[in-house]
């Protein structure tokens, strides 16, 4: 009896049990296996291997180099176009978004059916990548800014009624109640109860997602869709990478300033 | 009836009101400016979209089957970027995030730099690394791989920083005073209360990525981009149809298994 007391008591417990580990372990080689097949596979196509492609990195990276800030009074006017499409798309998308993320929200929309065909549409819209829309309505609308602020209207909808869905499933629910039982009708309870509630968020949301846009805008025009890409991709398809060096510096340049100025009324916001 | 009387509401500060005011008139000018220089030709917009509609649209809702095989196999080269591509965002993220943590490395100055660093890589597009790596490393899917591992390293160091900002000090002091060393704190004080979250983290970039690897062949950088741009100059809409469904398939079910793993992590 106390034989078996002490080797009970000098026996050491593990930290983890041993399925936790044995589970653990699997997880790990099977993340490795896969890693190391990918990066197999998406080197295949390589020349001269990893070490040539590094060693060449070096040399065609010097050709970028010194940009050519010559060029800048000449596309100001395309930055602009990126930054006025992006301002477009993110206002049209705010405003169509209140329905949709109305209809989206599990405790405003009770209707089962309705809540479900909303979610789904906008789940399968979020699974589309923006430069897919915009290839698509370019082919429909012809090459121009038109279809980019389509392209980014229909993007960003898609990320805005979730996130204010969400956030309007997680709104303190007793003042629509109270709101209710004293006999206001939908539109007064949505009105007086549920905006100024959600109106901070709402601002930051779709101030965060004016970021994403100006970061998807400037890249639209490499499949058509106007805007400083367009101009970009002329650039790259002429080797001209001085040229091309100083869009990017300015491409990076602005996101910095703009998710600056966003980051800091988002702060005031909130 | 006597009607009702609201409370009077409190009186705004000075500053907050002209604040206001400054702000207002920013967001209009922004919208005057806007709206008197973008220049829509929309003549030809509608004209070329009844010209294009009937050959579009049908043809993207009836996809090119035959082509599915090749569809497929692009398909899982872009898994493939986009799994190489988070994994190494997430190995380069976990130094930088330590980096940038204001509770870890001491002094802001550091921590300052760290997210200097990040918001940085943030600012460049993902499809603006994918045009260096082209020009780097050749047009593959190689390319790809390291746009996706450079642009997600900015994102997921900044949510790592933020997680070991938010961890609980007390056991970490707890273990200080027991005097305990750098090395057995980061064991056995951080790592425990950070790893379930960056993980959850990290498998939620993987389903960021993939929507972002499925268009970095647009530029050359491997994966069913490629395809994409190939269909669009080919006015092939069938097959871009087929692209489109392997994308949301493939996207939904992953986002799907995603969220299922992430809860069981937290």
Same mark, same amino acid.
């Given at each position: 009896m106390?034989n078996?007391?002490?080797?009970?008591t000098?026996k050491?417990?593990p930290?983890?049990?041993?399925?936790?580990?044995l589970?653990v372990?699997?997880?790990?080689?099977?993340?490795?296996?896969?890693y190391i097949?990918?990066?197999?596979?998406?080197?295949?196509?390589?020349?001269?291997?990893?070490s040539?492609?590094?060693g060449?990195?070096y040399?065609?990276?010097?050709k970028?180099?010194?940009?050519?800030?010559?060029i800048?009074?000449?596309?100001?006017?395309?930055l602009?176009?990126t930054?006025q499409?992006?301002?477009?798309?993110t206002?049209?998308a705010?405003?169509?978004?209140v329905p949709?993320?109305?209809l989206?929200a599990?405790?405003?929309?009770?209707?089962?059916?309705l809540?479900?065909?909303?979610?789904?549409?906008?789940?399968?819209?979020r699974?589309?990548?923006?430069?897919?829309?915009?290839?698509?309505?370019?082919?429909?609308?012809g090459?121009?800014?038109?279809?980019?602020i389509?392209?980014?209207?229909v993007?960003?909808?898609?990320?805005?009624?979730?996130?204010?869905?969400?956030?309007?499933?997680?709104?303190?629910?007793?003042p629509?109640e109270a709101m209710r039982?004293?006999?206001?009708n939908?539109?007064?309870?949505?009105?007086?109860?549920l905006v100024p509630?959600?109106?901070?968020?709402?601002?930051?949301?779709?101030l965060?997602?004016?970021e994403?846009?100006?970061?998807?805008s400037v890249v639209?025009?490499?499949?058509?869709?106007?805007?400083?890409?367009?101009?970009?991709?002329q650039q790259?398809?002429f080797?001209?990478?001085?040229?091309?060096?100083?869009?990017?510096?300015?491409i990076?340049?602005t996101?910095?300033?703009?998710?600056?100025i966003s980051?800091k009324?988002?702060?005031?916001?909130? | 009836?006597?009607?009702?009387?609201?409370?009077?509401?409190?009186? $705004?500060?000075?500053?907050?009101? *002209? /604040? %206001?005011i400054i702000i207002? @008139? &920013?967001? =209009?000018?922004l919208y !005057?400016?806007?709206?008197k220089n973008i220049?829509?030709d929309w003549?030809r917009?509608?004209e070329?979209?009844?010209?294009n509609?009937?050959r579009v649209i049908p043809?993207?809702f009836s996809?090119?089957w035959?082509a599915?095989?090749?569809?497929?196999?692009?398909?899982l080269?872009?898994?493939f970027?986009a799994?190489?591509?988070?994994?190494m965002?997430?190995?380069?993220a976990?130094?930088?995030?330590?980096l940038?943590?204001?509770?870890?490395m001491?002094?802001?100055?550091?921590?300052?730099?760290g $997210?200097w660093i990040l918001?940085? *890589? /943030? %600012?460049?597009?993902d499809? @603006? &690394?994918? =045009?260096?790596?082209? !020009?780097?490393v050749g047009?593959?899917?190689f390319?790809?791989v390291l746009?996706?591992?450079?642009?997600?390293?900015?994102m997921?160091?900044?949510?790592?920083s933020e997680?070991?900002?938010?961890?609980?000090?007390?056991?970490?002091?707890?273990?200080?005073?027991?005097?305990?060393?750098?090395?057995?704190?980061?064991?056995?004080?951080?790592l425990?209360?950070?790893?379930?979250?960056?993980?959850?983290y990290a498998?939620?970039r993987f389903?960021?990525?993939?929507r972002?690897?499925?268009?970095l062949?647009?530029?050359?950088?491997?994966g *069913?981009?490629t395809?994409?741009?190939?269909?669009s100059?080919?006015?092939?809409?069938?097959?871009m149809?087929?692209?489109?469904?392997?994308i949301?398939i493939?996207?939904?079910?992953?986002?799907?298994a995603s969220?299922?793993?992430?809860?069981k992590?937290?």
């Amino acid at each position: 009896m106390t034989n078996e007391t002490h080797s009970l008591t000098n026996k050491s417990i593990p930290l983890y049990p041993a399925k936790t580990k044995l589970q653990v372990t699997i997880i790990f080689f099977v993340v490795l296996g896969i890693y190391i097949f990918s990066m197999a596979w998406t080197q295949r196509d390589m020349v001269s291997g990893l070490s040539g492609a590094l060693g060449n990195m070096y040399r065609v990276i010097e050709k970028f180099f010194p940009p050519n800030f010559s060029i800048l009074p000449d596309i100001w006017n395309a930055l602009a176009q990126t930054i006025q499409m992006a301002i477009i798309a993110t206002t049209i998308a705010a405003i169509l978004t209140v329905p949709l993320a109305v209809l989206s929200a599990q405790n405003i929309t009770t209707f089962k059916p309705l809540y479900y065909l909303t979610r789904t549409i906008l789940n399968l819209l979020r699974t589309i990548p923006d430069l897919v829309l915009a290839v698509i309505f370019v082919g429909l609308f012809g090459i121009g800014i038109f279809p980019g602020i389509l392209a980014l209207t229909v993007f960003s909808l898609g990320i805005l009624a979730k996130l204010i869905s969400e956030t309007i499933e997680s709104v303190d629910m007793n003042p629509l109640e109270a709101m209710r039982a004293s006999g206001g009708n939908v539109f007064q309870v949505i009105w007086y109860a549920l905006v100024p509630q959600v109106l901070p968020q709402f601002t930051s949301l779709v101030l965060y997602v004016f970021e994403i846009n100006i970061r998807a805008s400037v890249v639209l025009g490499m499949v058509g869709a106007g805007g400083i890409g367009l101009v970009l991709n002329q650039q790259l398809k002429f080797y001209n990478y001085p040229n091309a060096m100083t869009i990017i510096i300015v491409i990076f340049v602005t996101v910095l300033i703009i998710e600056y100025i966003s980051n800091k009324l988002r702060e005031a916001l909130l | 009836m006597e009607k009702l009387q609201l409370p009077p509401k409190p009186e $705004k500060s000075l500053f907050k009101k *002209i /604040r %206001a005011i400054i702000i207002t @008139i &920013l967001v =209009i000018a922004l919208y !005057v400016w806007t709206f008197k220089n973008i220049d829509i030709d929309w003549g030809r917009a509608i004209e070329r979209s009844i010209d294009n509609f009937h050959r579009v649209i049908p043809k993207l809702f009836s996809p090119d089957w035959a082509a599915a095989g090749k569809v497929g196999l692009a398909m899982l080269e872009t898994v493939f970027i986009a799994f190489a591509g988070s994994l190494m965002a997430a190995i380069l993220a976990i130094p930088l995030s330590f980096l940038a943590a204001k509770n870890m490395m001491g002094g802001k100055a550091v921590s300052t730099v760290g $997210k200097w660093i990040l918001s940085a *890589i /943030r %600012a460049f597009p993902d499809l @603006i &690394l994918a =045009i260096l790596f082209v !020009v780097a490393v050749g047009p593959n899917a190689f390319a790809g791989v390291l746009a996706i591992a450079i642009g997600s390293t900015g994102m997921l160091g900044k949510m790592f920083s933020e997680i070991i900002e938010s961890i609980d000090m007390e056991v970490v002091q707890a273990m200080e005073a027991n005097g305990a060393n750098k090395i057995q704190i980061l064991f056995y004080g951080v790592l425990p209360q950070i790893t379930p979250e960056f993980l959850s983290y990290a498998i939620y970039r993987f389903e960021v990525d993939i929507r972002a690897s499925s268009i970095l062949g647009i530029v050359g950088a491997g994966g *069913i981009g490629t395809m994409i741009i190939f269909a669009s100059s080919n006015r092939n809409w069938n097959e871009m149809g087929m692209i489109l469904l392997a994308i949301v398939i493939v996207v939904t079910i992953i986002d799907f298994a995603s969220a299922k793993i992430r809860r069981k992590i937290v």
